[in-house]
């Protein structure tokens, strides 16, 4: 299968799709067109306005609040999401702009599925991290590095650099269609029947545990910021994994995997926007800065409590 044909508005499809309504009226031919423009101009909309909210993210948990060990693993998903929408976001313009751009679309898919991985590999990493905290906390507050989130989202952004850059070789610089086709379901496996998964178990394993638990389990605002990034990314971004890897297993439907990504560019536009409203729920004043809703979404949750009164027993124990 040729790499381009998953590109989020590459040529070849808008071929394919005219060439699939040549039979028919050449009204569908002009509704077919139509459709992709309009997810186009929603997706570039959609990038411009993520790219702007996953900034802020970044500067403000980068340089403006104190970090936490989960917070490193949210600035490093912000970073994500920021390169991911402008790489969708410099595709769309290029092919809206019916530039010529050749082996630039195999370059920009290669950038898109690297942030795209990314992102998955550090939710899941996040969802992981956050289950084993509130099922072995005072483990977890004791003996936890302190340098584990870093170290942590350093391989992740390793390991998907590593895979999709023997994409972009074998299946653009270096073509060779057996082993690129192999890597692709092979990477496509990994995401949707391996990461996905696990970030659905730990996800449903740490919710009961809160709900469902005869103790009282503080869990601040982390948790509810944890629990809906994954909602999202498991309604908005997982189609794209599943598009994809049925495109490259031979199944293929009207406009995918185009539409997967136009749902991925929402959910990474989603994210800011609800760090925002986690962090300034419920408060009534009427000026309440970006800072402070971050603030209070990552620095004020019951984690961090929890760890500061752990300190504090350690010491006066000691």
């Not at 989960?70 to 290029?94: K, M, P």
């Not at 679309?105 to 898109?112: A, E, R």
């Not at 269609?177 to 949707?192: A, E, Q, R, S, Y």
Request: contains cysteine; positive net charge.
């Amino acid at each position: 299968m040729n790499i381009s044909t998953t590109t989020i508005f590459p040529p070849t499809i808008t071929g394919q799709a005219h060439g699939t309504n040549q039979s028919g009226a050449v009204g569908k031919a002009e509704a077919s067109y139509a459709v992709l423009k309009f997810m186009e101009s929603f997706c570039l909309i959609s990038a411009a306005c993520g790219m702007v909210g996953n900034g802020m993210v970044i500067w403000y948990l980068g340089f403006r609040i104190r970090r936490n060990h989960f917070t490193v693993y949210i600035l490093n998903l912000a970073v994500a999401d920021f390169g991911y929408l402008l790489c969708i976001a410099i595709e769309t313009v290029q092919y809206l702009m019916q530039f010529n751009v050749g082996v630039q679309f195999g370059l920009f898919l290669f950038l898109d599925l690297f942030m795209y991985g990314t992102g998955l590999y550090l939710l899941t990493a996040i969802s992981i991290e956050r289950c084993l905290s509130v099922l072995c906390p005072i483990w977890c507050r004791t003996h936890r590095p302190k340098l584990l989130s870093g170290i942590i989202s350093g391989l992740l952004w390793g390991l998907s650099l590593m895979l999709n850059m023997l994409g972009y070789i074998l299946c653009t610089i270096r073509p060779s269609p057996k082993t690129c086709h192999v890597l692709l379901i092979t990477i496509g496996t990994l995401d949707f029947l391996f990461c996905t998964p696990l970030m659905v178990l730990f996800s449903l394993t740490l919710f009961l545990r809160v709900k469902c638990s005869s103790q009282h389990i503080r869990t601040g605002r982390l948790f509810t910021i944890i629990m809906l990034t994954v909602l999202f990314f498991i309604i908005f971004a997982v189609p794209l994994s599943v598009l994809i890897l049925f495109d490259f297993l031979g199944y293929k439907f009207l406009y995918s995997p185009e539409i997967g990504f136009v749902l991925s560019c929402v959910n990474s536009t989603l994210n800011p926007i609800v760090y925002f409203l986690v962090g300034s729920y419920r408060d009534r004043r009427i000026k309440f800065t970006l800072r402070l809703a971050f603030q209070r979404a990552f620095e004020d949750s019951a984690d961090d409590k929890d760890e500061r009164e752990t300190r504090d027993t350690i010491t006066m124990s000691s």
